[in-house]
């Protein structure tokens, strides 16, 4: 691979109008690929995150005018550039529904409206929303949120876009070609281009001069991550210029990205799975070791990011991730590519003064997988009038549903026609084989559907437990 390799890639950049910010960033994961530089972050390197304060503590010591008012002064942007190919999706995820409310059926985006809307109504506050979108997810997503008749926004843009790179051919380094569907020649920089974009769309030199001060981003299939005075007001008494929302782990979180600190500049910084050594991995996974980990809720003061980005051109020292994958995702006979990405948390490492603070896990709720969707369509949970997904006590019953009839959302759909089961006294639900659900069904204690080596149907109103269906009458 020589310097040609990347000059190709920068030509069919450039030829695609990509703005020299973007091209900068791009350019230095390039050759940071190329040099090898490790991205190990060793376990003998970091210390844990211990003893960080929970919101419900720091809540006693905030001041309702100081969190109203921090609140006004609060801007949101939400991550909303991902199709959901993982379960099949042609179109942008936010797009899929969730659950009903008020017989209307809710999307992710029709749920983050409501949230907002609501916010603004209850407490007097402008809190402008804007979306980074993709170019797959642009037209569909506006287009949705303009027909919210409840939502309004002119003087700050509805979206920024993310850029975009070329997927790079593993055996050449040259942008892959791939001319029955050129599209495919493309993929996003990483949820950390959110930097860039901002400072190539000029948004926050907008929201500065709207009032705002403080930039609160999220992913949009975080229904959890609503907006908050309490949070705003956190961060803003903190006097922090960076600040990233942490939740306690459960041992179905010890794969999650964590917050650690430096021991060589004390700085905190992210370390994502990816970035530990395999010696490590078990350090890495303890919850007892490492107790927190990163929601990927994140909260900046404008002024400090805007300075920051005027330094560095654009373009934040992230580090690189190398994600490998084929070209057609769907089909693993097409070339291989790899992907170079950052991760939006990273930035904490730049920003000295940067915290953390404990959330409760009703701040994070991810929908990753069908597994994910499940719970949230189910009875554990309800949607308020205030457009939040409120449960109990948020901790989740363990969902394992069999990769072959139900990671794709049209065959999940089709087989829970009715609605999905009640989780309500389930631990867990692990279902193999290939099963459809009548209505009414219940899952208790461990509920467990074994493969049949058919298709298989649950009859309605059936309980379903360790044992699989229960017996309808008493032997």
Known sequence: MTEKSLEACIEKMRSFDMGESAIGQFTRLYQSWQTDESEWIRESDVEPLQGIKHIGDIHETINHRVASR?????????????????????????????????????????????????????????????????????????????????????????????????????????????????????????????????????????????????????????????????????????GATFMVEVARKTDADRKGGQIVRNKKTGCLMLREMTQVHPDDKDQATDVKVHPYFNTNNIWVRISALKKMLKKRKGVLPLPVIRNMKTVNPTDSSTKSVIQLETAMGAAISLFEDAVCVEVSRSRFLPVKTTNDLLILRSDRFHLTDAFEMEDGNYIFPDVNLDTRFYKNIEDFDERFPYSVPSLAAANSLTIEGDWTFGKDVHCFADAHLSDMGRPSYVPNGSFVGSQGIEPDSWQ
């Open 70 to 238: 921090a609140l006004s002064k609060t801007a949101m942007l939400k991550l909303n550039g991902g199709l959901g190919t993982s379960m099949g999706l042609q179109g942008p995820k936010s797009l899929l529904p969730v659950r009903r409310h008020k017989a209307r059926q809710m999307n992710f985006l029709d749920i983050i409206l409501g949230q907002v809307t609501t916010v603004r109504q209850q407490q007097g506050v402008k809190l402008p929303l804007t979306f980074m979108n993709s170019y797959r997810t642009s037209k569909d997503s506006i287009t949705r949120i303009r027909r919210n008749r409840n939502f309004h926004q002119d003087e700050i843009p509805l979206e920024i876009l993310q850029n975009r790179e070329p997927k790079i051919e593993m055996s050449t380094g040259l942008p892959v070609s791939y001319p029955s569907n050129p599209d495919l020649e493309w993929c996003p920089p990483g949820h950390g281009d959110v930097f860039t974009a901002l400072w190539e769309s000029g948004l926050l030199d907008i929201l500065q001069a709207e009032g705002m001060e403080y930039l609160f981003i999220s992913n949009s299939d975080n229904l959890g991550a609503r907006p908050s005075s309490t949070v705003s007001g956190a961060f803003a008494q903190s």
